[in-house]
């Protein structure tokens, strides 16, 4: 099968550079998806229906971020890493094995949604030197949402 060369204005490199970092936002995005969603399922107490209710709008949110974070980097010509294997290896957000109280849940979304945050942030200034706007653009929206999930979490505890 003979490849077309991608013109889209970046060069090969820059492509390859930027889409290795959309990976492991990806993997980070796909691993708080399923914790997010394990915790739907599991939690428990008197705040039960306000985080069974917010945890469901936050894994569908990430469901449909996963699918444009994995277009963009297909975009980019490159492959979207796929397998749990790849994004354990590539994420740095830490799968639940087991079932915490309500609590420790919000504290560990907290965390996965500003690790989340922290991915694109450091993502930025290379897509930034490259003139990739759709990517800068996908980025920023990345952070506002994992931005705002990470407050409205912590609310919950103050």
Do not use: C
Not at 107 to 121: P, S, V
């Amino acid at each position: 099968m003979a490849t077309v060369n991608i013109e889209i204005g970046l060069s090969e490199k820059d492509r390859k550079a930027i889409a290795k970092g959309l990976g492991k936002l990806l993997a980070e995005s796909y691993t708080l998806l399923i914790k997010t969603h394990y915790f739907h399922w599991n939690v428990t107490g008197p705040m039960f229906n306000t985080l069974h209710l917010m945890f469901e709008a936050q894994y569908t949110e990430l469901f449909t971020a996963v699918d444009e974070i994995a277009e963009r980097i297909r975009a980019l010509g490159e492959f979207a890493p796929g397998s749990y294997k790849a994004f354990s290896e590539l994420s740095s957000i830490e799968e639940a094995n087991s079932v915490p109280p309500a609590e420790k849940m919000i504290k560990q979304l907290i965390k996965g949604q500003e690790t989340i945050a922290r991915t694109a942030r450091e993502l930025f200034p290379l897509v930034d030197k490259a003139s990739d706007e759709p990517t800068a653009d996908l980025l920023t929206q990345r952070m506002q949402v994992h931005e705002k999930a990470a407050w409205m979490l912590r609310s919950l505890l103050e």
